[in-house]
């Protein structure tokens, strides 16, 4: 709903995915988790969105609870494109974890 206007772009830098919109990014990786089975997870490691949510606030003024939604929108769009990103080049799909470190 808020990044309805944001078409981000998603490059692979080493072995990080960046997901940028321009005027901020979510950075993810994948990591190995799991003490018995170990499972490959996409994690998000970084979000620096601070210019992207002030451009959406200034268009329609936030409320306190707003920003809560605004930032799992964040996460999820991201995480949208990422994956979509991974599977276009034919990677496999691991268990997908959406946290910052």
Do not use: A, W
Request: hydrophobic share 30%; proline share 3%; net charge negative.
């Amino acid at each position: 709903m808020y990044l309805n206007d944001y078409k981000p772009t998603v490059t692979k830098s080493g072995v990080t995915y960046i997901v940028d919109y321009g005027l901020g990014e979510c950075v993810y990786t994948y990591q190995r988790i799991g003490k018995r089975i170990k499972q490959e997870v996409l994690q998000l490691i970084k979000c620096d969105m601070s210019e992207v949510i002030t451009e959406i606030n200034e268009k329609s003024p936030l409320s306190e609870g707003d920003y809560q939604d605004i930032n799992m929108e964040i996460r999820n769009h991201s995480l949208q494109y990422v994956t979509e990103f991974i599977n276009e080049r034919g990677h496999h799909q691991p268990s997908i974890v959406s946290t910052i470190s």
